[in-house]
């Protein structure tokens, strides 16, 4: 398979074509990006990389940090985690507090915001120091240490953050969040701070494609069927209400963020970082999207 050749002539033809979407107005650092920027980076398990565009420059992952702290509590807690959330595709806003009511706090899925908050709240409770030791976490899997939270941003999201805060309030209310709902909330905008390149957004999530191992040193992130069920929750909730539209034209499993960032796994092969601003109406990167769908047409390779 001639990924690079294959690559080059799909990231072309998706740069060439019409750049549609809007940029996220969340907060300005996001809404400040160029929207005419666009990278993509392929690791494969057999040491093949390919890189293309603005595959080097930095972007604020956002939800696709949520993979990561889903990882680290899947960890430590295995399965247990599930008696304080589900596998469900919500069918609803990511950021919806609706069905909380009837569900009694137990948010659908760990990468809707409330169960990204619901996992915050685990690792506050089994960590001694949460972002200090999320950090280290992060940096051990991607063999990165220059990995950070970004205060800016951090600190932009606590300033409109009052969904977030209603959400984490309101699973308190039914007992579903252990500790102060001021301290969730600050891990989990921290956690949406984080930054990476293409690159650097491939290679972390190479574990994936390894069956739970890292690639850089061969150690366990999690084991094989903790990673085949990672996989499977990205696979059926990681792209907001177009998770079902993600897998009939990709057929992958991925994460995308609200910064523009899509990771896609194509487990036992490789691991993809795509960027590019601009998001559809339901809030995932318009040419990560294009270009995604056009890599696994044209290399006949998908999971299905
Ligand atoms: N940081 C955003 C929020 O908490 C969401 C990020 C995303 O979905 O990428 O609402």
Redesign the pocket.
């Known amino acids: 398979m001639d990924y690079k050749k294959i690559i080059t002539r799909v990231f072309n033809e998706v740069k060439a074509g019409e750049n549609q979407g809007e940029v996220s107005g969340?907060i300005p650092e996001l809404a400040n990006m160029n929207p005419e920027m666009f990278g993509v980076y392929l690791t494969s398990l057999n040491h093949l990389e390919v890189g293309m565009g603005d595959c080097h420059e930095k972007f604020s992952i956002?939800?696709i940090a949520k993979v990561f702290s889903l990882t680290l509590a899947y960890r430590i807690l295995g399965e247990k985690i599930w008696e304080r959330l589900g596998v469900e595709p919500s069918g609803t806003a990511?950021?919806s507090l609706v069905q909380l009511e009837t569900d009694k706090g137990i948010p659908r899925n760990p990468f809707i915001?409330a169960g990204a908050l619901v996992i915050c709240d685990i690792l506050i409770s089994q960590l001694k120091n949460p972002k200090t030791e999320f950090l280290a976490f992060l940096r051990e899997t991607t063999g990165n240490k220059e990995l950070s939270y970004s205060e800016k941003i951090a600190t932009a999201?606590k300033s409109v953050?009052y969904?977030?805060v209603a959400l984490c309030n309101f699973i308190k209310s039914f007992g579903n969040i252990e500790n102060n709902p001021e301290a969730v909330t600050d891990f989990y905008f921290h956690l949406?701070s984080i930054e990476m390149n293409c690159e650097e957004l491939s290679k972390a999530f190479l574990f994936l494609a390894n069956g739970g191992k890292t690639m850089h040193n061969n150690q366990p992130v999690v084991n094989t069927s903790q990673a085949k069920r990672i996989n499977a929750i990205m696979q059926t909730c990681g792209f907001y209400d177009e998770s079902g539209e993600f897998t009939f034209k990709v057929g992958l499993p991925g994460k995308s963020?609200?910064?523009g960032g899509i990771i896609a796994i194509h487990p036992g092969k490789y691991s993809i970082g795509v960027w590019s601003p601009r998001l559809n109406e339901k809030?995932n990167s318009h040419r990560g999207m294009k270009f995604l769908e056009l890599l696994t047409t044209e290399t006949k390779l998908s999971i299905f």
Request: proline share 0%; net charge neutral.
């Open positions: 969340y956002q939800s990511f950021n915001n999201e953050g969904r977030n949406c963020g609200i910064g809030g």
